[in-house]
């Protein structure tokens, strides 16, 4: 993060905190590199998904026909909401059986994923320059990020499983052959010579909707979790206006993030049901 004997520089500072920890040792050069592997992301994501999993499981064990919990009517709010979300888009009672729980589970595992960014920013990086210190590597280059949604390489992943649940259900509901044949005939018409125009267009679609998808949830997750960063160096200015704007600014910005991570999570899943169900549909 700095060179031994001196304090960070503000930019080393933000630098070193937007750094993922990654199989290959360094930082990523490259904008698209298929090598890199995030295991900052692949752990904190498998991580609160387990947790995630445990929660639901949980609250569904404890269930009771009585009076409930806090715990479990919350849970029983959400699954409600959930439902007459699922049901309201996707119109086949089969497919809910399936796509109604993973709903759930996505706007909770999502949730959860992006209110890490709610924790101290130099927490858990710091707790992990300790371990990697003790085991005798270089803690300047202990490169640790908690917030999996801030990662492109996850949102995107994510949005491809989506992806592939459409093309699924795409294949299910419609038949390989009408579902091909969708592909060569909408929007535009049954005619050969709009074939191509009408398969291009499909794909656009499919990639716009994933590309987009993905990266709606990195770039707010992103932009939250560097705003928190930037609070952060006011604390490290060793005056007392700095600690004051520190304190207040991070309150102010951590109770309105609230909001956002809470949105982020509950758009990623609503277009997750829009888009199965618009699988279900024909042109």
Not at 129 to 139: K, T, V
Not at 172 to 187: C, M, N, R
Request: with cysteine.
């Amino acid at each position: 993060m700095a060179t031994e004997g001196h304090a960070p520089t503000a930019s080393e500072y933000v630098v070193h905190h937007l750094t993922h920890l990654n199989n290959t040792g360094h930082a990523q050069q490259n904008i698209v590199d298929w090598t890199v592997i995030n295991l900052d992301s692949m752990f904190y994501s498998i991580v609160i998904g387990l947790v995630t999993v445990f929660m639901l499981w949980l609250a569904a064990r404890k269930a009771t026909s009585g009076v409930p919990g806090r715990f479990q009517g919350f849970v029983e709010l959400l699954v409600e909401m959930v439902a007459d979300q699922a049901k309201g888009i996707i119109h086949s009672a089969e497919s809910r059986k399936f796509v109604a729980p993973l709903a759930l589970t996505v706007f909770v595992w999502i949730f959860l994923m992006n209110a890490m960014d709610l924790l101290p920013v130099d927490l858990l990086p710091r707790i992990w320059e300790g371990i990697y210190a003790a085991g005798g590597g270089d803690p300047h280059h202990a490169y640790q990020r908690v917030v999996a949604t801030a990662d492109l390489s996850a949102t995107l992943g994510m949005s491809c499983g989506v992806l592939l649940l459409c093309l699924y259900y795409n294949v299910k509901i419609k038949g390989f052959g009408g579902w091909v044949h969708e592909l060569f005939t909408a929007p535009f018409g049954n005619h050969p010579l709009l074939y191509p125009v009408n398969f291009a267009m499909q794909i656009i679609e499919f990639v716009a909707k994933t590309v987009s998808h993905g990266m709606r949830l990195f770039g707010n997750m992103y932009a939250g979790e560097l705003i928190f960063i930037l609070i952060a160096l006011l604390g490290s200015t060793a005056t007392v206006f700095g600690f004051v704007g520190h304190v207040v600014a991070g309150s102010i910005w951590a109770i309105f993030h609230i909001l956002i991570i809470t949105l982020q999570a509950f758009i990623f899943m609503m277009l997750t049901l829009v888009y199965i169900g618009q699988a279900h549909e024909g042109h």
